[in-house]
């Protein structure tokens, strides 16, 4: 391929972005900082950090609202547009809550397995949501509902973990306690994270989309 041609394709791509999708990029963004403060409280044990990672999460949430108002209003829907939704939630509203679920505390190897099947399931969740997209919308342009619950959801779950935080109650104070003690721990707050991605896979939870 030759350099013009490449070029032609790169300037190709970044006219394809909407204003939507800049949007959407803002979502990823506070999902990725909501990683590193979480990484960062687990080295300094400083609660701003933590605070800050957990504020981050309604904020990607923020953005995640705004991007598809943006969209319909532009009328500039389009499967990149999804697909990049995707990509961005799985680290805001997955890989983020789940970091910072290991930074509170939740370090054991059954903790580990917990939050795993979390994001695992809400990958899936968004996986199976975009390939039936089009069947779910009826020949329309919007989905009617949707297929267990929407994964942004887990905001709840970084709004309990901020609460813990600030009742001073991470660790092995985390709400309900420990499980399964030794190596192989299990901290009852985990159960919450098993359960929301469960939800997120369920086949026959049918929430009508606003």
């Not at 800049?22 to 403060?37: E, H």
């Not at 609660?47 to 009328?75: C, E, K, M, S």
């Not at 905001?155 to 009742?167: C, E, P, S, T």
């Amino acid at each position: 391929m030759t350099q013009p041609t490449r070029t032609v394709k790169h300037l190709s791509m970044i006219r394809g972005f909407h204003l939507a999708d800049f949007f959407t990029l803002g979502n990823a963004a506070c999902g990725v900082l909501s990683v590193f403060f979480a990484m960062k409280f687990v080295g300094a044990r400083d609660l701003h950090d933590f605070f800050t990672a957990a504020a981050l999460a309604p904020a990607a949430f923020l953005f995640d609202v705004l991007d598809g108002h943006i969209a319909r209003w532009r009328h500039q829907q389009s499967p990149f547009g999804r697909e990049l939704d995707s990509l961005a939630d799985v680290i805001s509203f997955g890989v983020g809550p789940a970091a910072l679920g290991f930074a509170a505390g939740l370090t054991g190897a059954l903790d580990l397995l917990a939050l795993t099947y979390f994001v695992c399931c809400g990958v899936s969740r968004l996986a199976r949501f975009n390939v039936t997209a089009e069947s779910l919308s009826a020949g329309g342009n919007k989905v009617a509902y949707f297929e267990g619950t929407p994964i942004p959801t887990s905001v709840v779950l970084v709004g309990l973990l901020a609460l813990a935080a600030w009742q001073d109650r991470v660790g092995d104070a985390l709400f309900g306690g420990t499980l399964i003690g030794g190596a192989w721990s299990l901290h009852a707050f985990s159960l919450l994270f098993l359960l929301s991605g469960s939800l997120m896979i369920s086949k026959t939870l049918r929430i009508p989309k606003p």
